[in-house]
């Protein structure tokens, strides 16, 4: 049986007003109720964290909060007795519900109880379920649990959707991150040197944003040099840097769970004509990218503008499907903010607010040669706004 705790009296978070996230609370309830959903069940930590202000890793185990469209209901949150504390002071949840580890826990069964306290027996909820805050496991729990109480709809895109637009306090967030990743390419580069580790380009990354006031990124740095330079993900263990190498390095700055990605090159010694070429390619992509990257224009033209100059190149071969993702408050294992990726003929509409991180990758498993680089970018009235300014190269 789960106990009941009263919420916070005054939160009072870090990243934006308490107003505007009051604001959001309500707007999601008129969302959830213009659905035909009588509740949402939230699961995803990026949607606690964009609907309450809830900043927790308990979305590891079972976490669930319960928005009802009617407003003199909840909202309700339930989860384990180590994230009460940060659920008091960090969110809007006025009502939160603890339950205790025991070799009979069922939070599923809680949270049915719960539903059913609220009047909402025989009612459609929606649930999320495209998230890592929902196992599969989880899933069928409370798919088995609500079974003849609610009757479930996916709803993983409806709080996913209101936030892909940034408001003007989110983007000052985001501006104080951009700082910080071109703090942490200018840390790596200035370590890219013969005979060091390249995890010492990793820790001079993550010092220079950690002691700049950020955060720890939900994943990464990726630092790949030599070979694995060529590979699309980072792999365990360091190597020593020669004296001719190349390092890429792919990152996310995180500032209040917001991240701005980045990705550079480092070249040590003589480059190859190759992969000089390869580099003029990757800046005339990244150049086109942005350039796509309108308001009214679909999400699948950044990338189509990014395959017709790598083609155009000869590089069909070297490059990715995708070339890039929306980016925002996320938690870990990813700091990617998916859907929808940057691929063509995707349909999404840009809209100004919008931050992506496209980027251009190449890497010929061939020669062994790599080259890539990419900004973040903000989607404004007129354009596309590249929000870190490190050196090309």
Not at 175 to 194: G, Q, Y
Request: aromatic residues 6%; proline residues 8%; charged residues 20%.
């Amino acid at each position: 049986m789960h106990e009941r705790f009263a919420g916070p009296a005054d939160p009072r978070p870090d990243h934006v007003p308490i107003a505007e996230l009051r604001s959001r609370l309500l707007r999601l309830r008129e969302a959830v109720a213009a659905r035909g959903l009588a509740a949402l069940l939230v699961f995803a930590p990026e949607s606690h964290y964009w609907a309450t202000g809830l900043d927790t890793g308990g979305y590891v185990f079972f976490q669930c909060g319960i928005i009802p469209a009617d407003p003199a209901k909840g909202p309700v949150l339930l989860t384990r007795r180590p994230d009460l504390a940060q659920a008091r002071d960090t969110s809007l949840y006025g009502d939160i519900r603890v339950w205790y580890d025991a070799n009979d826990a069922a939070p599923a069964m809680e949270l049915r109880d719960i539903l059913v306290e609220l009047g909402l027996r025989g009612e459609r909820v929606g649930i999320e379920t495209a998230t890592y805050g929902l196992t599969g496991a989880n899933h069928a729990a409370v798919l088995a649990a609500l079974e003849g109480v609610v009757a479930t709809a996916p709803a993983s895109d409806l709080i996913h959707g209101m936030r892909a637009v940034k408001s003007v306090s989110e983007i000052a967030v985001i501006r104080r991150a951009a700082a910080l990743a071109d703090a942490a390419v200018a840390a790596a580069r200035e370590r890219a040197t013969p005979g060091v580790r390249d995890s010492v380009l990793t820790a001079a990354a993550l010092a220079a944003i950690l002691e700049g006031g950020g955060d720890m990124p939900p994943a990464g740095p990726l630092c790949n040099s030599g070979r694995r330079a060529i590979y699309g993900r980072g792999v365990g263990g360091p190597r020593v840097l020669e004296a001719t190498d190349q390092v890429v390095l792919e990152l996310a700055a995180t500032l209040h769970r917001y991240n701005v990605c980045i990705e550079r090159t480092f070249l040590l010694g003589p480059v190859p004509d190759a992969q000089r070429r390869m580099a003029d390619t990757v800046a005339e992509a990244c150049a086109a990218m942005a350039a796509a990257a309108r308001p009214g224009h679909p999400a699948g033209a950044i990338a189509e503008a990014f395959g017709a100059v790598l083609d155009r190149a000869g590089q069909a071969r070297n490059r990715f499907a995708a070339c890039g993702y929306p980016l925002g408050a996320t938690f870990r294992p990813s700091w990617m903010d998916v859907p929808p990726m940057l691929h063509p003929g995707n349909p999404t509409p840009l809209v100004p607010g919008m931050v992506f991180f496209p980027h251009a990758m190449l890497g010929d498993a061939e020669t062994g040669l790599a080259f890539g680089s990419g900004d973040t970018i903000l989607i404004t009235e007129t354009g596309a706004e590249v929000l870190t300014r490190a050196p090309f190269r």
